[in-house]
Nanobody, 123 residues
Framework: HVQLVESGGGSVQAGGSLTLSCVAS????????VGWFRQAPGKKREGIAI???????RYADSVKGRVTISKDAANNTVDLHMIDLKPEDTAMYFC??????????????????WGQGTQVTVS
């Protein structure tokens, strides 16, 4: 099992940047699929950035070019660096992990380990 705890959310003006961090415990996430997801009020949870077990990254079109996911295996952390934030990026952001391969890694239902979320508000 893996426990995930996010931090780094907050309020930022449009055009600003923010880095979210996720600390994992209970097991090493070195070979896990890890990802960042978000959910705005009244909307479905969506995957925005994932990194697979060999370090390949995939991003949702809505954030491509504006966000970067990174994993620090030594510290068991996963970060999401976001730039040029827009009001439509306002959401609760979640870190997630899964142990095995996924053909649809941006799909929230593929993940079985989740953090509690951190709020990002862009105005």
């Amino acid at each position: 099992h893996v426990q995930l705890v996010e931090s780094g959310g907050g309020s930022v003006q449009a055009g600003g940047s923010l880095t979210l961090s996720c600390v994992a415990s209970g097991n090493s996430i070195r070979t896990y699929f890890v990802g960042w997801f978000r959910q705005a009020p009244g909307k479905k949870r969506e995957g925005i950035a994932i990194m697979n077990s060999i370090g390949s990254e995939r991003y949702a079109d809505s954030v491509k070019g504006r966000v970067t996911i990174s994993k620090d295996a030594a510290n068991n952390t996963v970060d999401l660096h976001m730039i040029d934030l827009k009001p439509e990026d306002t959401a609760m952001y979640f870190c997630a992990a899964r142990r095995s391969f996924s053909r649809t890694p941006l799909t929230p239902g593929e993940y079985n380990y989740w953090g509690q979320g951190t709020q990002v508000t862009v105005s």
